[in-house]
């Protein structure tokens, strides 16, 4: 059983365009997040969820919308796809607060191409 | 604020080779500090974690120790293996900032046969 899974891992879509990413986790966690990797490798968060709840929404353009319907799903979606969108998106998870002994489960990533 | 700063790569070994990457930081409490791997291809996964001075973190082979003297949490391998290149991220959380994670900027690390 796969502990974080997200969907779809690729994406190749066209300027303009709107995409969802979805993600699910089954380690009973009540935290979730979005992360997304640039092509050198650094990590930006980008959101986190508690318990369906926005804690944390970095500085992210407003064509990128979290949604939560429960604790275990934190989907993602993007309006107006623009090229600098092009990067590999990951959901994680782990409990909150002093229960976050820092350690967060990753998904495989979702690698979204913008042309 | 918060900050974690390693050392650039890529860094390039052959197999057998001692490696140590290194990883310094500033945090105005007590925090926790973490080394995360990324396989290629993969998501991160948690390699070891230190959660106070002195401490040492352990796993696969590698060790870090938590120094604060020096505020570096340094990642070693004594024999590093070609199955090892991978992308490593070192880490910091802390109570003030609700343990949210601080990330460095990654170290590739290639292994040559």
């Known amino acids: 059983d796969t502990a974080v899974s997200q969907t779809p891992k690729y994406l190749v879509t066209q300027m303009g365009n709107d995409k969802s990413i979805k993600c699910e986790q089954n380690?009973?966690?009540?935290?979730m997040y979005w992360y997304k990797q640039d092509s050198k490798k650094f990590l930006k968060i980008m959101f986190s969820?508690?318990?369906?709840?926005?804690?944390i929404n970095e500085t992210v353009p407003n064509r990128f919308s979290p949604k939560s319907p429960d604790k275990a799903h934190l989907n993602l979606h993007i309006n107006s796809l623009e090229l600098g969108d092009s990067a590999v998106y990951f959901c994680?998870?782990?409990?909150?607060?002093?229960?976050?002994?820092?350690?967060?489960?990753f998904g495989e990533g979702s690698r979204l191409t913008v042309l | 604020g918060n900050s974690v700063t390693q050392m650039e790569g890529p860094v390039t070994l052959s197999e057998e080779a001692f490696l140590t990457i290194n990883c310094t930081y500033t945090?105005?409490?007590?925090?926790?500090l973490f080394w995360y791997v990324q396989y290629p291809g993969e998501g991160l996964q948690l390699l070891l974690k230190?959660?106070?001075a002195d401490d040492k973190g352990s796993n696969k082979g590698f060790e870090a120790t938590y120094r604060k003297e020096t505020t570096s949490f340094h990642l070693e391998k004594g024999s590093v293996q070609v199955s090892d290149s991978a992308v490593y991220f070192c880490?910091?959380?802390?109570?003030?900032?609700?343990?949210?994670?601080?990330w460095g900027a990654g170290t590739k690390l290639i292994i040559k046969p």
């Open positions: 994680a998870s782990s409990l909150y607060g002093q229960g976050n002994t820092g350690e967060l489960f």
């Open positions: 380690l009973g966690h009540d935290t």
């Open positions: 969820y508690n318990n369906k709840e926005l804690i």
């Open positions: 945090a105005t409490g007590y925090p926790s």
């Open positions: 230190a959660t106070k």
């Open positions: 880490a910091l959380s802390e109570m003030d900032s609700n343990y949210q994670l601080i």
